[in-house]
């Protein structure tokens, strides 16, 4: 299983989690629509939901991993951030986004 396979069960476990991941989902959405990379023709709108949607769960989650365990000097918590922070960056942020865009669609079909 990967990093990015195990916070999408994690966060669909989580009633509220999800309906924040689904949020969050929508209005990348929205503003993937109008976005100035589509508008230049940069991206199309598909890509700039993704690509939006990954950036925002990606700061989100990084907000919620500096609350609970906030860089400090201390040796064991320094160890169980580094390794939190390592199982971040395997993440695959643009296949969480499809997968939450997925969703979206889904429950508005």
């Known amino acids: 299983m990967t990093a990015t396979e195990l916070l999408m069960i994690v966060v669909d476990s989580d009633r509220v989690a999800h309906e924040q991941f689904l949020d969050m989902a929508l209005a ?3 503003r993937g629509e109008r976005c100035d990379q589509v ?3 940069t991206w199309t709108v ?3 939901q993704r690509f939006l949607l990954a ?3 990606k ?3 990084e907000l919620l991993i500096d609350d609970v365990w906030p860089d400090c000097a201390d040796p ?4 169980v951030t580094t390794l939190v922070r390592v199982g971040f960056e ?5 296949e969480a986004a499809d997968h939450y865009i997925a969703k ?3 429950l508005s079909a």
Do not use: F, T
């Open 59 to 61: 700061d989100h989650v």
């Open 90 to 94: 395997e993440l695959d942020w643009h």
């Open 76 to 79: 064991q918590r320094a160890i």
């Open 104 to 106: 979206v669609h889904e």
């Open 46 to 48: 598909e890509q700039a």
């Open 28 to 30: 990348e959405m929205h």
């Open 39 to 41: 508008r230049s023709g």
């Open 55 to 57: 950036e925002a769960m």
